[in-house]
Nanobody, 128 residues
Framework: QVQLVESGGGLVQAGGSLRLSCAAS????????MGWFRQAPGKEREFVAA????????YYAASVKGRFTISRDNANNMVYLQMNNLKPEDATVYYC?????????????????????WGQGTQVTVSS
């Protein structure tokens, strides 16, 4: 079992930055990759970014590439999402997730149903 707790959400002006944190406890080494997803009311959960444990390869949704950076600190069981140049359309709840399965060489899953562990979410609000 892995427990995930997100933090770092809040209110920021458009163009500003936030860093989300995800603290993992239990057996986080059981996860092959960690991801960030977001979900707006009435919409499906959307892939944002992911990072593999073995080689720290990173993957991004096209909508955030170049603005967001995912990173991890395996020693402290933390995963981060640095969000720069935030836009109003980035405002929603962000979730940290862990995938326990190997998805192939140099790949991760972008499907929320493939992730086993989830945090409770943290709200990001962007004012225009």
């Amino acid at each position: 079992q892995v427990q995930l707790v997100e933090s770092g959400g809040g209110l920021v002006q458009a163009g500003g930055s936030l860093r989300l944190s995800c603290a993992a406890s239990g057996h986080p080494s059981s996860t092959y990759s960690m991801g960030w997803f977001r979900q707006a009311p009435g919409k499906e959960r959307e892939f944002v970014a992911a990072i593999r444990r073995v080689d720290e390869s990173t993957y991004y949704a096209a909508s955030v590439k170049g603005r967001f950076t995912i990173s991890r600190d395996n020693a402290n069981n933390m995963v981060y999402l640095q969000m720069n140049n935030l836009k109003p359309e980035d405002a929603t709840v962000y979730y940290c997730a862990g995938d326990i399965y190997y998805r192939g060489h140099n790949d991760v899953s972008r499907c929320p149903n493939d992730y086993t562990y989830w945090g409770q979410g943290t709200q990001v609000t962007v004012s225009s």
